[in-house]
């Protein structure tokens, strides 16, 4: 994860609580809408920084990176919890 002072999180959080707001407003949320989101900031950053393979290599790289990081954040603590709680089958 690329790691931002906390001044920048909360300039860029400022915008981000609009959109969570609506999402929270409108739950539950199926997967089409957070894919429709994600697609949108990554066509936005795409066309900000010109279209060419780089641009494309590069939103797919972010997109890996922010699954490995939910992955090793989220998922593998989640896991590791159920273990606990249910036992482990290997």
Request: net charge negative.
């Amino acid at each position: 994860m690329q790691y931002i002072t906390k001044e920048k999180r909360a300039f860029w959080f400022g915008g981000l609580d609009i959109i969570m707001d609506k999402l929270a407003d409108n739950a539950p949320v199926n997967a089409g809408v957070i894919n429709y989101l994600i697609t949108e900031l990554l066509l936005f950053y795409i066309k900000t920084i010109g279209e060419d393979y780089e641009a494309y290599n590069t939103a797919i790289g972010i997109l890996e990176c922010v699954k490995q990081e939910l992955y090793r954040r989220a998922v593998a603590p989640y896991e590791d919890k159920k273990i606990q709680e249910n036992g482990d089958i290997y």
